[in-house]
């Protein structure tokens, strides 16, 4: 499988497209002006305690204040091995906390929509092979590497390390891209994490609450310490100055990959191969267009996203069960691929075209998860239901790429969908009715849109009639150009 990945840098914004097989996989955008703080380490305060909630609200120089939870602020004593689902006993947020109280949080979350971000106390600071956690004395593995006798060098070669230098306390997570690492790649980055930790102590001590002490780093350097692997063919990038920080970066941290990365100076934006800008925008879009013919379609709302497959246009060639089980198998892999594109997170309940054959489900069902193993974020999938679901969730850290690019419409307020003429018109027959009852006028003028009025003057013209003459007033109409479909006033002459 070949993987390249596009950087594109302005004053503003920066974008980065990870394309695989010349089709875009993921995309991160990240502006100067509404920067994510997902990994960002604060000195905040504490500004109101919930008992009924077991949590507590932390002000951390925010517009809106962060939520922490009171099993994320009790330090983890897991071995790093045990299920993320392990039961555990949750003490009393009112022993942990209280209010006025200057507390050391790590951004787990961004804002996302009216929720603040979401805080832990357990702090980690990343670097390209390993997660750095103070205060904790385990050594934890990434379970994407899967080779046993790789998982039992890596943790000897950690805790050995760990074991020398006994004025650093703390624990570590052992990264997937630390498989087939060196031992001096891995002790360079121990030194590294470690002069970083002291660094963040030093100012804790020094700053006054509410007060950012860690800022992780910028988009286009996070994307080579998080997303350079040995099957990268090629990291290009737009900007001479983004790709002089990228290739210190490089030359200091990963000097393996010094000639993947290149400066891109081509008069062809960079976003126009692969058609990335393209894919972008089909992103927004509900509909998802398979190559059979059939379609996707993607709703994302507050709770949770539901995605429904249909055959469209896909008739089959043998029969029926094996045009739906071709089709759910092709919406199997464009799911996964949108979920990673669009940044979807939290519940996905997936809706595939119901299924007779139990032999089919589970080929859909193992594609799915196949597809998604590729995945970045955590997910966790569930079987086939008895109602044909399979319900899901996958990770959530910032906002989606429909939320980072779009916002509500002003017009439906973000309903979707616009009340008919039709419905229109019988409001304001039943507003003129209201207001002749509560006033005494000689007439009546109706500003609408021109496509109210037109209806009000064609098709609905027998029934305002018959309204003049029931209310014995007479009823005129003018077109408000900036009105949209169902803004309209009634005015008393």
Do not use: W
Request: hydrophobic fraction near 40%; glycine fraction near 6%.
């Amino acid at each position: 499988m070949s993987e390249e990945i596009l950087i594109n840098v302005t004053p503003v914004e920066t974008r980065v497209a990870l394309v695989e097989n010349g089709m875009l996989q993921e995309a991160y955008i990240e502006r100067t002006s509404r920067k994510g703080i997902v990994g960002n380490i604060y000195k905040g305060k504490v500004v109101r305690v919930l008992p009924g909630m077991e949590a507590a609200f932390v002000d951390i120089g925010l517009e809106r204040a962060a939520f922490i939870h009171a099993s994320d602020v009790v330090p983890s004593q897991s071995n790093g091995d045990e299920p993320a689902d392990t039961p555990k006993t949750v003490p009393d947020i009112r022993s942990l906390l209280r209010e006025g109280q200057s507390l050391v949080v790590q951004v787990t979350k961004d804002p996302i929509g009216t929720k603040g971000a979401r805080l832990t106390t357990q702090l980690s600071i990343p670097s390209r092979y390993l997660v750095f956690m103070p205060g904790v004395s385990h050594v934890g593995i990434s379970q994407r590497i899967e080779d046993d006798a790789e998982r039992a060098r890596l943790k000897t070669l950690v805790e050995a390390a760990a074991a020398e230098d006994q004025d650093v306390q703390g624990g570590y997570i052992i990264r997937t891209a630390a498989e087939a690492a060196s031992p001096e790649d891995l002790i360079g980055d121990m030194a590294y994490l470690h002069r970083l930790s002291q660094s963040i102590h030093e100012r804790i001590a020094r700053v006054q609450a509410p007060a950012v002490v860690y800022q992780d780093l910028p988009l286009f350097i996070r994307t080579i310490r998080d997303l350079i692997r040995p099957q990268t063919e090629k990291v290009r990038i737009d900007s001479r100055e983004s790709h002089q920080r990228v290739m210190e970066f490089v030359e200091e941290f990963v000097t393996e990959f010094a000639d993947k990365v290149e400066y891109y100076p081509g008069e062809r934006p960079i976003f126009d191969l692969y058609s990335v800008e393209d894919e972008i925008q089909k992103a927004l879009s509900r509909k998802v267009q398979l190559k059979s013919g059939g379609y996707v379609i993607i709703d994302q709302t507050e709770a949770m996203t539901t995605i429904d497959i249909n055959t469209g246009a896909f008739v089959g060639h043998r029969n029926l069960e094996e045009t739906i089980f071709k089709t759910n198998l092709e919406a199997a892999r464009a799911i996964s691929r949108q979920l990673r594109l669009r940044n979807l997170g939290g519940i996905i309940i997936i809706d595939f075209i119901d299924m007779e054959d139990p032999e089919h489900q589970r080929q859909v069902h193992r594609m799915l998860e196949k597809m998604l193993e590729r995945d970045h974020a955590k997910t966790k999938i569930t079987g086939v239901s008895e109602l044909g679901l399979v319900e899901m969730t996958r990770k959530r850290t910032t906002e989606s790429l429909g939320q980072v690019l779009c916002e509500p419409c002003p017009i439906c307020d973000g309903r979707g969908f616009l009340k008919t003429t039709e419905t229109v018109c019988y409001e304001v027959f039943r507003e003129i009715l209201r207001v002749n009852r509560a006033y005494d006028a000689e007439s009546y003028l109706v500003m609408a849109s021109q496509s109210v009025v037109d209806r009000l003057l064609d098709e609905e013209s027998d029934n305002v009639a018959d309204l003049e003459t029931f209310i014995s007033k007479t009823i005129r109409f003018q077109v408000e150009p900036f009105y949209s479909q169902e803004q309209y006033d009634v005015v008393l002459l």
